[in-house]
């Protein structure tokens, strides 16, 4: 593969008698200032990030106009961003790295569990308007899931081998104090050819999610909501009804009434199944306290609803990450 760009600048530096260790260093220094741009519009990496090491390369790399610096009023004074020609170049310089190393590269990632990789990948990062790929993600992203939901130190030990490998291999960076690691948009264009199907486990942690909201009151609480949350989630009503059937047979819950429940108080239908008035009373419970909607179960122990979603949600699809195969 010809590097057009990237041949242009090194015999700039070149010219400039800049050999050996000078100048892989200023290489790497535009590399790592390439990928930490992060997204658009921002200022780019932190100086304090690159400047500890790079100092001299960065201040070459601003007299080349291949990066210049966006001020900043917070914790950084500025930082730096590419221009076009350094952001060619910088893609370049990734370009290269995963040609020459995509043998270290696959046996690295093939050392992984599979389906481990490709969760972490996808709910670790999210991709910026510039391509990168960032794990500046919402609360509710891979290592929350895995640290307050999972519960599994295995998974997260892996992930973080995963991360501090691909750092090591110079397909990403650590930015804002290492709080935050970026991916290179070629390096992520990689590992979406690498991805693996995860099947319907990937959508355990939604499902969980969803349940423990609607047992919560949190944001919604009807049956439709319910129902349309879980659809969302791939997860049936079928599905739905024997998950808390079980838990009624434990105690936990009430059984799941299919059928909907009326708003109007004084609601009664003559034919309807002695049983099915029962539990429906049972699941609307004491009308002084208004919680009369339409909801077809009731929650009668919380923790172990909790603990029992875990259980027949998280725990198989956890099991399934785990896998060397």
Aim: hydrophobic share 35%; aromatic share 10%; glycine share 6%.
């Amino acid at each position: 593969m010809a590097y057009e760009n990237l041949d242009a600048f090194i015999e700039e530096l070149d010219a400039e008698e800049l050999i050996g260790k000078g100048k892989e260093k200023v290489l790497d220094a535009l590399r790592i200032i390439y990928i930490g741009q992060e997204k658009e519009e921002t200022i780019g990496i932190p100086h304090g990030d690159v400047d500890t090491i790079f100092e001299n390369e960065n201040s070459r790399l601003l007299d080349m106009d291949m990066i210049y610096t966006v001020d900043h009023t917070g914790i950084w004074d500025f930082g730096y961003r590419c221009t076009e020609r350094g952001s060619l170049v910088g893609s370049e310089i990734v370009k290269k790295i995963i040609e020459d190393s995509e043998s270290d590269i696959r046996k690295f990632l093939d050392r992984m569990p599979p389906k481990m990789v490709s969760y972490w990948f996808q709910y670790s990062f999210e991709k910026t308007d510039s391509g990168h790929y960032s794990s500046r993600v919402p609360m509710h992203s891979f290592k929350y899931i895995v640290t307050k939901v999972f519960d599994s130190v295995d998974i997260l030990d892996i992930a973080e081998r995963v991360r501090k490998g691909i750092i090591s291999l110079d397909m990403a960076v650590k930015t804002f104090d290492g709080k935050i690691t970026v991916l290179a948009p070629e390096f992520g264009e990689f590992m979406e050819q690498y991805l693996v199907d995860l099947g319907s486990g990937a959508n355990a942690y939604g499902t969980y999610q969803t349940l423990i909201d609607f047992a919560d009151r949190r944001g919604f609480s009807t049956r439709g909501e319910l129902l349309e949350r879980l659809d969302r989630q791939g997860y049936t009503e079928d599905e739905l009804e024997d998950l808390i059937n079980e838990m009624a047979d434990l105690g936990i819950t009430s059984k799941y009434l299919a059928q909907p429940i009326s708003t109007d108080d004084d609601f009664e239908d003559e034919d309807e199944d002695e049983d099915i008035k029962e539990l429906r009373d049972e699941i609307i419970g004491e009308r002084a306290i208004s919680f009369a909607e339409d909801r077809p179960f009731r929650v009668y122990d919380r923790d172990g609803y909790d603990a029992y979603l875990k259980e027949m949600l998280l725990e198989p699809f956890k099991e399934e990450l785990l896998k060397a195969e």
